[in-house]
């Protein structure tokens, strides 16, 4: 069988093709002369499958696409308190170029918008790094997210610097208030270079999906950057990666996205997939026209609002039953799936309303497939509870999905890999 996917994409594509409003951006000469005819779209699964239509590997600079990134590599490099000292996480609802910064500070509003971006590359690698030292940091972490070394182009980056007079004169405020520390052309032209990696619509769903794994390159297998950075960065792209349009991207597409001037679009759903687009006409705020109106499609079509979640906890119990009878029986609860905290409730809840004279527990978790780390300990202390009850307590756990469970303080649980081995219940099964 063929996977339905492609076609999928394929024919998204075909519904925003006659769309040719827009134009491609005009303040960089060299992007001006893209072709605004390419067109792709692909999704990086979060365990590693690859999905495109049309120009996927089409080659086309990063520009503000690059930013989520290198604010990701800062705050893995220096740490959140010297990250946040310097770059805010506010939105601004302004132009991504607009002059503007905390009045008494002198901090960007946030790392989205070019002031921050600025910042946050001279916050890339260790501190006291030279400028050649940041760039390589910057290549080789974006190359990371990408699983491919990625190259700048010259041209572009030469095109930009000949017209940069505004982002070299957010760099001269910003160094004016001892936000960069260097000299700020230094610093704008890393930033631009960083800017023109050149990248395709394939790389850039690989990147989301990276983001959307936690940090982990799920093509590759490294991990990137830890998952609190990651945390961080996808708060932010849902309040500012689209600039002035962020409230009408949230609550119309809901995905956590970054735009770039040259017509990428990423958008990274936690836990979910990568997606990618490329349309170099952009619309006034600076977003790829066909690739907001991919991704409305995508977030209808498929349920991907990140405000649209399953029910999570109503199935996690998927059974509440006695098994054996008198001194024997044994109250098993039988659960499963991903359990966080609602679905731990929804356990306790069973558990405090359910088990009576049973003098015997289980929690069947063979069926559960993660627990977190507030569920784990939600669960652990049902089981302390029902052993000061006088109860026993086993956990059904061939997977060790819940490892070293110690419920403390009078709390005591026996692991068994399976129901039958808990003594009295296989007799009568
Ligand atoms: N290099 C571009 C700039 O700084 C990036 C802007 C963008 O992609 N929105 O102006």
Same mark, same amino acid.
């Given at each position: 069988m063929r996977s339905p996917i492609p076609d999928y994409l394929a024919e998204a594509l075909s519904h925003v093709v006659s769309n040719t409003s827009g134009a491609p951006a005009g303040y960089i000469p060299e992007l001006a002369t893209a072709d605004p005819r390419c067109l792709a779209a692909v999704f990086a699964t979060v365990d590693g499958e690859v999905y495109g239509a049309g120009d996927v590997d089409a080659p086309f600079t990063i520009q503000s696409i690059s930013k989520p990134f290198v604010y990701a590599l800062a705050l893995a490099d220096r740490g959140f308190d010297a990250v946040l000292d310097k770059v805010g996480v506010e939105p601004s609802g302004e132009a991504f170029n607009e002059i503007s910064l905390e009045p008494d500070s002198g901090r960007p509003l946030n790392p989205m918008i070019n002031a921050g971006a600025i910042t946050a590359h001279s916050l890339t690698g260790p501190e006291g790094a030279d400028p050649a030292g940041r760039m390589a940091r910057v290549v080789s972490g974006l190359s990371a997210f990408a699983g491919r070394r990625l190259e700048t182009d010259e041209s572009v980056w030469a095109s930009e610097m000949e017209h940069a007079h505004r982002n070299l004169a957010i760099g001269h405020m910003l160094r004016s208030h001892d936000i960069?520390?260097?000299?700020p052309h230094t610093v704008v032209e890393g930033y631009t270079r960083q800017c023109s990696l050149l990248v395709s619509a394939r790389d850039l769903a690989v990147m989301a999906a990276t983001l959307a794994n936690?940090?982990?390159? %799920?093509?590759?297998?490294?991990?990137?950057? %830890?998952s609190p950075v990651v945390r961080q960065v996808l708060s932010v792209m849902s309040t500012?990666?689209?600039?002035?349009?962020a409230g009408d991207w949230a609550t119309q597409v809901g995905i956590p996205a970054k735009s770039g001037v040259a017509g990428g679009l990423i958008g990274a759903l936690p836990g979910q997939i990568g997606i990618a687009t490329f349309s170099p006409r952009l619309d006034p705020h600076g977003n790829s026209v066909r690739g907001v109106s991919l991704f409305e499609r995508f977030s209808s079509d498929m349920g991907l609002h990140l405000m649209e979640v399953p029910p999570a906890a109503r199935a996690v119990v998927r059974s509440n039953h006695v098994v054996g009878a008198g001194q024997d029986a044994v109250r098993v609860l039988q659960l499963q799936g991903g359990i966080r905290f609602a679905g731990a409730e929804r356990v306790v809840r069973e558990a405090v309303e359910t088990v009576r004279a049973e003098s015997r527990v289980a929690l069947d978790l063979?069926?559960?497939?993660s627990i977190d780390d507030v569920a784990r300990r939600m669960l652990l202390e049902v089981a302390r509870r029902l052993t000061l009850e006088g109860r026993h307590v086993y956990l059904v756990d061939p997977d060790s999905i819940? %490892?070293?469970p110690d419920p403390g303080d009078g709390g005591q649980v026996v692991v068994v890999a399976d129901l039958d081995e808990v003594a009295g219940v296989g007799d009568d099964r």
């Open positions: 960069l520390t260097d000299d936690g940090g982990v390159n %799920p093509s590759s297998g490294e991990r990137v950057v %830890p500012c990666g689209m600039y002035d349009a063979t069926m559960v497939s819940l %490892p070293d």
